[in-house]
């Protein structure tokens, strides 16, 4: 049967139930949110004179609860308006309106009577074939649907989303007993492709897969941070992004979560699972015991493993249970890796490390690859579920099997015997059977080793994806030291920055270049894409300070002038040119994004103009994109100035989308042209898509633009009188001010005495003019030197 979801029910507001209820709202679902009635009323409800009756108390919980979500940072939903897609409502008075919902998704507290209760309630008024999952974190799912009807367990099963859920990508989907294929099947591919997640099938396990391998994982280090007398900190060090996960890395992580969270999860793994090998692993140390004694429960209750003094941030000492000053952690196996770029090739140096550090490596590594080989069949059948739960429910950038590859499955093994431990025989069996390895690569695709059949099985569901590592060398047109240019069929070739955080420099400006002359000749169309952490943190700020330090303006000049003519060659090639940003699109990478034939953005695309951090105006385009921009939307002359004025403070407020959908209201996404796609993993063969639509369809080389309207002095007066008063009023510093009035000059075409119809190249002249001025100042290079020593503004 065709299922469509058009609405969603949403039982239960908390931090969970509010942040899900977002992310359909992001998607463009129709959300009831549903949760209790409060028991009595406040002070404020009673001194206002109402009561246990009225509509506003009885809602209250799940106002306050939705309202709460929406202001918390980072936010739960792509763009503010998107929240008007949720209803609000209670259990007693509004449940009657499941009836016309297509899932309900209960996430109420993780209690099993309270659940079943509320299921018993959900089926009174349930529609038959309505899905019906439970968010819930680890309780077994055969238990909650107990006596529900046929139709009621049929199209039941468990849907675990991590929080924040419009972030952690992991959907885990645990069967119940009677579920039916045809749901699983709809929910795995509405979890990837609508909701934008990983979904993985799990088994009805304690804590899933997700959960138990990660708490297996942060339980080993509370272990081992004793045994090998290691600190917070360079627990941390050690476990953050050297290892390709988030900067959060382990203690500071359980802080943002919660202690009592991963406590509960920890006791329900000891409980329940009383045959793991590792079963005592799972018992709290005692430092965790009077840590939940004296609710240092992380974030929530303001203190955990660290705790927040004034701008001061104190660490727990786990020895005298006493906060105190951070200690700088370094370890001598780490240097050895600031040169290779990618965690994944940093793990074979990382366990041959002759210090603590590659003690602790080893140590964790051996224990983690022995524990997930005997997780299966135990907690799932194949192999890369685990990866894929572990990377997108974590932030890992690789997964345990994928770490174990990478140092060699023998080495692996040889490592685990040193610590008295043994892989399970199937890994054994794997070694004998002649595969080497868990994964291989053939043809674009990714291959696991399949343990029944003993042999390598193409990963499913990759087919409308295009994985860029799979087929980087083998697909490989063209590269240089800062790019590479792979086909990817049907005449559509992909640009790849492969410079550090993807900066814009020569070599990358070469390959724009290269890449449109092979794609003019040869090919049909040419994407400019990637999938690194992000698109591009902009320009080479590096090698604009060294030329404006040694005064070499014309070079400097010819270097900028480049920049310019590469991004008009991305919009005035004779192919199409689709971007796909993601992440960070900053400065020259979202200038890139304003020029292209069409944009692709991931949902979780940040984009701005922040030239002003570095004490420049955008050089490479983008002040003349938004006064062109802001030209076509003129339509009568009292608003001009307000248009105008909307597109000067994009820049001169540094202003970055919080979302791809808030990078429209900014204007630095064109709505009816570009478009966003909510899950990453499909941006790049989407952009493919829209790239060979066009150059099917005819595409035509567009023409110069010669009428851009400029106000002229008109508008200049305005910008000059507005950045006056800002300094006047100490809201901005003098070289700010400057900086925004060469930004104002540009952006009104100079100090014409009327409004006048000027070409692109006219406004790229005053831009570059500016840029170059604003290189020749102390202040702008203070700046800039400041960015690149400290990594943020300096604002002076």
């Known amino acids: 049967m065709k299922r469509t979801i058009k609405k969603v029910a949403v039982i239960g507001s908390g931090i969970m139930g509010s942040g899900i209820a977002c992310h359909f709202a992001n998607i463009g679902v129709e ?24 509509k506003i108390v009885r809602n209250r919980l799940v106002n306050e609860h939705l309202a709460n979500s929406l202001k918390s940072k980072p ?29 309900i998704i209960e996430v109420v507290v993780e209690r099993l009577d309270i659940k079943k209760m509320v299921f018993e309630q959900i089926e009174k008024f349930r529609k038959p074939g309505t899905l019906v999952t439970s968010n819930t974190s680890g309780i077994p799912i055969h238990f909650m649907s107990e006596g529900r009807s046929e139709d009621f367990q049929k199209h039941f099963c468990g849907t675990h989303f991590f929080n924040p859920a419009r972030y952690l990508k992991l959907f885990e989907i645990i069967p119940g ?22 979904s993985v099938v799990a088994k009805d396990t304690p804590a899933f897969i997700g959960n138990r391998v990660g708490i297996y994982g942060i339980q080993s280090l509370f272990h081992l941070v004793k045994e090998l007398g290691l600190t917070i900190e360079e627990v941390d060090k050690l476990t953050g992004p050297v290892i390709g996960r988030p900067k959060s890395a382990t203690f500071r992580t359980v802080d943002v979560v919660g202690l009592d969270t991963l406590v509960h999860v920890a006791n329900g793994i000891y409980e329940n699972c009383p045959n793991d090998e590792q079963h005592e692993l799972f018992k709290l140390p005692d430092f965790v015991n009077k840590m939940m004694e004296n609710k240092w429960l992380g974030s929530k209750t303001g203190q955990g493993f660290y705790k927040k003094e004034g701008k001061e941030i104190l660490t727990l000492d786990l020895e005298t249970m006493e906060y105190r000053a951070a200690k700088r952690a370094s370890f001598a196996t780490l240097e050895l890796t ?10 074979k140096v990382l366990v041959k490390g002759k210090d603590k550090a590659g003690e602790f490596y080893r140590k964790s590594f051996a224990g983690m690859f022995a524990y997930v080989s005997n997780r299966i069949p135990e907690i799932s059948d194949e192999l890369y579920k685990i990866d894929d739960a572990m990377k997108a429910g974590f932030g890992w950038e690789n997964g345990p099997f994928e770490i174990w590859d990478a140092i060699g499955v023998e080495k692996g093994i040889e490592i685990m015997k040193a610590e008295g431990l043994a892989p399970a025989a199937w890994v054994n069996d794997m070694l004998a059977a002649g595969s080497k390895s868990f994964y291989s690569i053939k043809e674009g695709a990714t291959y696991f080793y399949n343990i029944p059949t003993k042999s390598q099985t193409k990963v499913p569901g990759q087919d409308s994806f295009i994985i860029l590592n799979n087929i980087r060398e083998s697909k490989k047109v063209w590269s240089n030291s800062g790019a590479i240019i792979e086909d990817l069929g049907d ?8 410079s550090k955080m993807n900066t814009i420099g020569g070599d990358v400006l070469q390959a724009i270049n290269k890449g449109i002359d092979l794609a003019e000749n040869e090919y049909q169309g040419l994407v400019i894409g990637n999938q690194a952490a992000n698109f591009s943190v902009g320009a080479n700020i590096g090698m604009i300070f060294m030329m404006a330090v040694e005064q070499e303006y014309d070079e400097l000049n010819m270097a900028i002038k480049m920049f310019q003519d590469t991004m008009m060659r991305v919009r005035y090639s004779g192919i199409p040119v689709v971007v796909a940003p993601h992440g960070m699109t900053f400065g020259g990478g979202c200038e890139m994004s304003l020029h292209a034939d069409k944009v692709v953005a991931a949902a979780e695309t940040y984009m701005g103009l922040v030239e002003f951090g570095v004490g420049v105006i955008p050089g490479g385009g983008g002040s003349k994109e938004l006064a062109l921009r802001a030209s076509d939307l003129f339509h009568k002359n009292d608003v001009e100035l307000n248009v105008l004025q909307e597109y000067f403070l994009t820049i001169a407020m540094a202003k970055v989308s919080t979302s791809g959908y808030e ?37 035509t080389q567009p023409i110069h633009r010669t009428d851009v309207k400029v106000l002229g002095k008109q508008a200049l007066g305005m910008f000059l009188v507005g950045t006056d008063q800002m300094e006047a009023g100490k809201y901005i510093s003098e070289h700010d001010k400057k900086i925004a009035n060469k930004l104002a000059y540009v952006m009104a075409g100079g100090d014409l005495s009327e409004p006048t119809l000027v070409s692109e190249q006219y406004l790229l002249d005053l831009e570059r003019e500016a840029f170059l001025s604003l290189c020749t100042e102390r202040k702008t290079l203070e700046r800039i030197q400041f960015m690149l020593t400290k990594g943020k503004p300096l604002r002076n």
Not at 81 to 95: P, S, W
Not at 177 to 191: A, H, K, M, R
Not at 671 to 699: C, F, P, S, T, W
């Open 177 to 198: 007993p009677q579920t039916s294929t045809e749901v699983l099947d709809f929910l795995t591919i509405y979890g990837e492709k609508f909701l934008g997640k990983t």
């Open 663 to 699: 990078a429209f209201d900014s204007g630095l996404l064109q709505k009816g042209k570009d478009i966003i796609v909510v899950n990453k993993d499909r941006q790049i063969a989407e952009a493919k898509k829209h790239a060979l639509i066009m150059a099917e369809a005819g595409y």
């Open 75 to 103: 936010s739960p939903i792509y763009s503010q308006k998107f929240a008007n897609r949720i209803t609000t409502g209670n259990t007693t008075d509004d449940m009657a309106k499941i009836a016309t919902v297509d899932w």
């Open 491 to 498: 005449g559509i070739l992909n640009l790849e920055f492969k």
């Open 338 to 347: 600031k040169t290779i770029d990618k965690p994944i090739d940093r793990f």
């Open 31 to 54: 959300v009831l949110l549903l949760d209790i009635v409060p028991r009595e009323l406040t002070d404020a409800e009673t001194k206002k004179g109402l009561t246990l009756e009225s």
